[in-house]
Nanobody, 119 residues
Framework: QVRLVQSGGGSVQAGGSLRLSCTAS????????MAWHRQAPGKQRELVAS???????????SVKGLFTISRDDARDGSKNTVYLQMNSLKSEDTAVYYC?????????WGQGTQVTVSS
């Protein structure tokens, strides 16, 4: 079992920045993928960005160059923390943001955090 705890988020004006954090702990494998998804009201959940334990990243086209995903893995393997730095936020970025940890065929989700961008 893997546990995820998210922090960050909140409200910001358009053009502002926010940083999300998510820490995973538990029975983790050395190779894994951590990601951020978001779900806006009335829309499907979508992948925003992902990063493998080897550092390979992937971004939603609309956030490329604006959002940055990074991670910090404890040397003893006890926890992994993933960050999402969001710059130049737009009203369409308003959503609940979820952290996801994937290893093998199992996904674990964080509790979600609201990001609201006002124009």
């Amino acid at each position: 079992q893997v546990r995820l705890v998210q922090s960050g988020g909140g409200s910001v004006q358009a053009g502002g920045s926010l940083r999300l954090s998510c820490t995973a702990s538990g029975d983790m494998l050395s190779f894994n993928v951590m990601a951020w998804h978001r779900q806006a009201p009335g829309k499907q959940r979508e992948l925003v960005a992902s990063i493998t334990s080897r550092g390979r990243t992937n971004y939603l086209d609309s956030v490329k160059g604006l959002f940055t995903i990074s991670r910090d893995d404890a040397r003893d393997g006890s926890k992994n923390t993933v960050y999402l730095q969001m710059n130049s936020l737009k009203s369409e970025d308003t959503a609940v943001y979820y952290c996801k940890y994937r290893q093998g065929y199992q996904d674990y989700w964080g509790q979600g955090t609201q990001v609201t961008v006002s124009s």
